[in-house]
């Protein structure tokens, strides 16, 4: 079911796109410019992931489905203060990245304290033993948070928003079904030895 909307699939990718950032951060080496376009790309395609609500509330078979979608969509439009998560860091995040070039994420290094530093050179991060790089958030609604765990909460909100919508529906997000006709594939016949000799 989830992989008919085109919600789901900008999800997926936005999923992948944290995933790899938390890998490049992992990384020991990395040039501080590359992590800015992982983010700019992933908090774009979780703002996208949103606004396919309207594109699959239109082009669902099933009209079931594109009620309950577009009716997520109001909800979240009606209750801003619900949903800080999408106004507040999503859509904001993405929309100050693509109209002025700018995002409230920067990186830091954070030693095995808890303690902060701002990294030392501007090209390549060579961070120092027992620290690990960190984004945080510079300014706005989630001021000094971690960035990475917002993308990951914003994820996590999406798939809840998406999953809500198919369940009010009366589907399930793994439920199969058939492209074309949008129904159920046959249950295959199961038959044991045991089976057919009571047939017989």
Wanted: with cysteine.
């Amino acid at each position: 079911m989830k992989y008919f909307l085109n919600s789901y699939r900008a999800l997926s990718d936005g999923t992948c796109g944290v995933r790899h950032l938390q890998e490049m951060l992992d990384t020991e080496h990395f040039l501080l410019s590359n992590w800015k376009v992982v983010w700019a790309g992933t908090c774009a395609v979780l703002r996208a992931a949103i606004t396919m609500f309207q594109v699959d509330a239109k082009s669902c078979i099933d009209s079931r489905l594109g009620g309950e979608i577009a009716a997520e969509w109001k909800l979240i439009s009606a209750h801003k203060e619900e949903h800080s998560i999408f106004w507040q860091f999503l859509r904001k995040e993405r929309d100050n990245i693509i109209h002025e070039y700018e995002w409230a994420a920067y990186e830091m290094w954070m030693d095995e304290s808890g303690n902060f530093s701002p990294p030392k050179l501007s090209l390549l991060n060579v961070r120092p033993e027992n620290s690990r790089t960190v984004l945080l958030m510079r300014s706005g609604h989630y001021k000094a948070q971690d960035s990475l765990e917002l993308l990951r909460e914003g994820a996590d909100w999406v798939e809840d928003r998406i999953y809500s919508a198919i369940r009010r529906a009366g589907y399930e997000p793994d439920e199969m079904r058939n492209i074309a006709t949008f129904q159920k594939p046959p249950q295959l016949a199961r038959w044991s030895l045991f089976d057919r000799s009571l047939s017989e």
